[in-house]
């Protein structure tokens, strides 16, 4: 008796899960969700229903679902534009002595190393320890701070040397965190029906951040050749014209 009892239970269980789902779902088609916000344990899975799939989504609802991607989406872009940023406008008006193509060819070749090993410790890093949402949130931050002090050094010269390259390492540091830490925190807040989807839409993120760099990076060029008397640059400096 005690074993069908506990069948009945388990049956009724099912029954109740297959309602409360049902529900969830015709609110969610009807616009009556919340968009997922992270609480403070960075799990929001909660918040979403978990038992319709992707492939049902309409465009209403991908579009929706981008947006609720915001926490993640953010610090990706704002980390890959600061150090694309870095690489395709600051360092390639850094040299020993800046005026020589050839020394500004050198440092930018070693800073491009240095920061791709500094990328690929921190990548390494992901299996070991998962970063807080605060963390991922304070990482772009402190790459935007590494942009405002590369840019001084380039303009005023006050730290010119190869120990630049340090720093060079902790951008990469940096970088390679946020990537790694973003898709890690993707992977383990949302639910298994929504992985796929949301990790192919997060990575928008960044690609856009290089898009966007590569386009300012032309002009920050182009305003540091002018502060420091080189010629060569693709665009005129909108500050000094």
Request: hydrophobic share 40%; aromatic share 16%.
């Amino acid at each position: 008796h005690e074993h069908e009892h506990e069948h009945e239970h388990e049956h009724e269980h099912e029954h109740w899960n297959e309602e409360d789902h049902a529900q969830m779902n015709n609110n969610y088609r009807n616009g009556e969700f919340t968009h997922m916000c992270p609480n403070p344990e960075g799990n929001f899975s909660d918040q979403y229903p978990t038992v319709q799939l992707s492939s049902s989504m309409t465009l209403k609802d991908r579009f929706n679902f981008t947006l609720s991607l915001w926490p993640y989406m953010i610090p990706l872009f704002v980390v890959y534009y600061a150090e694309y940023a870095l690489q395709s406008g600051i360092w390639t008006s850094i040299g020993f002595p800046v005026y020589d193509k050839e020394a500004r060819d050198k440092f930018y070749i070693a800073s491009n190393w240095v920061y791709q090993i500094g990328v690929f410790v921190s990548r390494s890093s992901g299996s070991l320890f998962t970063a807080s949402m605060r963390t991922l949130w304070l990482m772009p931050f402190l790459q935007c701070i590494n942009v405002v002090v590369f840019y001084c050094v380039a303009k005023f010269q006050f730290w010119y040397n190869y120990s630049l390259l340090f720093l060079c390492f902790y951008v990469g540091l940096l970088g390679g965190s946020v990537y790694v830490n973003g898709y890690i925190r993707i992977n383990h807040d949302l639910p298994k029906s929504r992985r796929e989807l949301a990790l192919s839409t997060a990575s928008v993120a960044d690609s856009f951040g290089i898009l966007v760099s590569d386009i300012t990076g032309l002009f920050i060029q182009s305003c540091l050749y002018s502060d420091n008397d080189i010629s060569g640059a693709i665009v005129q400096c909108p500050i000094h014209r």
